[in-house]
Nanobody, 123 residues
């Protein structure tokens, strides 16, 4: 059974930083594309970042480019999202996702999803 568990969310002031973690189990982690998505209040879920399974190529949504960094540690079965220079508009529930064969990594067609972790950025 595949399980994704996010952690690291919380309340932070604008300009601050957080590091989200997503621990995966029940899968061969290194073979999966990993993504981060978020859903803000009253908004649809949107793509944030992704990292591929072979060459660790990274992709970012325009609003977070230059501020967020996605990385993975295959030895720990964990993907991270380092978030810097946080803004109030980054407030959302952040979800981790995994898929073995996805090509369009920005689409929310991933097979597996975590329960999410809340990030709140105060102004």
């Amino acid at each position: 059974q595949v399980k994704l568990v996010e952690s690291g969310g919380g309340l932070v002031q604008a300009g601050g930083s957080l590091r989200l973690s997503c621990a995966a189990s029940g899968l061969t982690f290194s073979r999966y594309v990993m993504g981060w998505f978020r859903q803000g209040p009253g908004k649809e879920r949107e793509f944030v970042a992704a990292i591929t399974r072979i060459d660790d190529r990274t992709y970012y949504a325009d609003p977070v480019k230059g501020r967020f960094t996605i990385s993975r540690d295959n030895a720990k079965n964990t993907v991270y999202l380092h978030m810097n220079s946080l803004k109030p508009e980054d407030t959302a529930v952040y979800y981790c996702a995994a898929d073995r064969t996805i090509v369009a990594v920005t689409r929310d067609d991933y097979d597996y999803w975590g329960q999410g972790t809340q990030v709140t950025v105060s102004s």
